[in-house]
């Protein structure tokens, strides 16, 4: 089963308008990091925003606020006030306190377009 | 500035060659990582690393090998047993080993089969 689900390919948002990207994961493990990276098409990953499982606000980074639903295993992503430089990849990924490896475990993205 | 510095930027490999991507880091973060990103996918583990002189293989190890002697560097060869080494590679590092540590990235090596 996936444990990242992303299942927006591609969003398109108007320059200046909120946009909102899914994702959902699943863990049996109760301590869990979630994460989100921007990757543009330099390919550079950059880190946005993360939440902890624990944490009982909405983690929030300047435009990037996290959308933080345990009960149903969502972590949406939200950008306010899109800007053009915002157009790229944008991965979810999750941390498992129970892999010895604490590897990055990433959905498959959403192709963010901002329109002018 | 601190950061991690990924180099060569492209790679070429010929057929039955083994080829070296470097990955270096000036954060002093003790835990190392090296992914792998086909083509519309997320990124896969490799190999990773918490400690000098130790490191462990991830979910697609095979056809890769890895050193750590220096906390600085984890450099990543790709050896002439991996039969489909076309994708883009990125090194990442985070100052611990918990759920909770950041890994930052490096701006990735993209590596072709000629």
């Known amino acids: 089963a996936q444990k990242i689900t992303q299942t927006q390919p591609g969003m398109f948002v108007q320059e200046k308008e909120a946009v909102t990207l899914d994702c959902t994961y699943d863990?049996?493990?109760?301590?869990?990091?979630l994460f989100w990276y921007k990757q543009p098409s330099s390919g550079e990953m950059i880190f946005l925003i993360y939440?902890?499982?624990?944490?009982?606000q909405n983690a929030t980074e300047g435009r990037y606020s996290l959308n933080f639903q345990k009960a149903r295993k969502s972590a949406n992503l939200v950008i306010s006030a899109s800007q053009l430089g915002d157009s790229a990849m944008y991965f979810c990924?999750?941390?498992?306190?129970?892999?010895?490896?604490?590897?990055?475990?990433f959905g498959s993205g959403t192709r963010l377009l901002v329109r002018p | 500035d601190g950061g991690i510095t990924q180099s060569p930027k492209y790679l070429f490999r010929k057929e039955g060659q083994n080829v070296t991507l470097s990955c270096e880091q000036n954060?002093?973060?003790?835990?190392m990582y090296w992914y792998r990103q086909d083509p519309g996918q997320g990124l896969r583990l490799i190999y990773y690393?918490?400690?000098?002189?130790?490191?462990q293989k991830g979910d697609i190890a095979e056809g890769y090998s890895v050193s750590r002697e220096k906390k600085e560097s984890f450099p990543l060869t790709v050896t002439s047993a991996q039969k489909n080494p076309t994708a883009f590679y990125l090194c990442?590092?985070?100052?611990?080993?918990?759920?909770?540590?950041?890994?930052?990235f490096g701006a990735g090596t993209r590596l072709s089969v000629l």
């Open positions: 990442a590092s985070s100052i611990g080993t918990g759920f909770q540590g950041i890994q930052y």
């Open positions: 863990t049996s493990d109760p301590s869990y990091g």
């Open positions: 939440q902890g499982s624990y944490d009982q």
């Open positions: 990924a999750m941390r498992e306190a129970m892999d010895s490896s604490y590897k990055l475990i």
């Open positions: 954060l002093n973060h003790d835990a």
């Open positions: 690393s918490q400690i000098v002189n130790d490191f």
